[in-house]
């Protein structure tokens, strides 16, 4: 949606100081900058390593049934706000930086490798000034 629009970044990072300050506003506005500040992380699957109990133990297996379904949703939620930010940060950089970030696995993973490429450019620029 428009309100939430990031101009796209420049190919040789001449507007990065504004369009990194944009995204994380549009990111902190839709709940999402914790997923480029590495603040968040992935749901942990309670289940692993534990033997499935069986349904005769009826307390025991609605327990487990009930965190299979709550890690089951914090799991995709999860995914969806990685797509999410992964997504915005794609559709607002160039080509030839896409092709650098698209096999990054996590959204922060995407950050970090746009803010190495972008904050020794603009660290360069401003020695120049």
Same mark, same amino acid.
């Given at each position: 949606?428009?309100?939430?629009?990031?101009?796209? *970044?420049?190919?040789?990072?001449? /507007?990065? +100081? @504004?369009? =990194?300050?944009? *995204?994380?506003?549009? *990111? @902190?506005?839709?709940?999402?900058?914790?997923?480029?500040? /590495?603040?968040? !992380? &992935?749901? +942990?699957?309670? /289940?692993?390593? #534990?033997?499935?109990?069986?349904?005769?133990?009826?307390? @025991?297996? /609605?327990?487990? *049934?009930?965190?299979? $379904?709550?890690?089951?949703? =914090?799991? %995709?939620?999860?995914?969806?706000?990685?797509?999410? +930010?992964? %997504?915005?940060?794609? !559709?607002?950089?160039?080509? !030839? $930086?896409?092709?650098?970030? &698209?096999?990054?696995?996590?959204?922060?993973? +995407?950050?970090?490798?746009?803010?190495? #490429?972008?904050?020794?450019? !603009?660290?360069?620029?401003?020695?120049?000034?």
């Amino acid at each position: 949606d428009e309100f939430f629009k990031v101009p796209k *970044l420049l190919a040789d990072g001449g /507007n990065w +100081v @504004t369009y =990194r300050n944009q *995204l994380r506003w549009a *990111l @902190t506005a839709r709940g999402l900058l914790k997923h480029i500040d /590495n603040v968040t !992380s &992935k749901p +942990v699957d309670p /289940n692993t390593g #534990i033997s499935t109990p069986s349904p005769s133990d009826a307390t @025991t297996y /609605n327990t487990r *049934l009930a965190m299979d $379904i709550a890690y089951e949703a =914090r799991a %995709q939620k999860y995914e969806m706000a990685e797509a999410t +930010v992964k %997504q915005s940060i794609a !559709s607002s950089v160039p080509d !030839s $930086i896409f092709n650098r970030i &698209k096999t990054k696995k996590t959204a922060k993973d +995407v950050w970090d490798a746009i803010t190495e #490429i972008f904050e020794s450019c !603009s660290t360069m620029v401003a020695i120049d000034l």
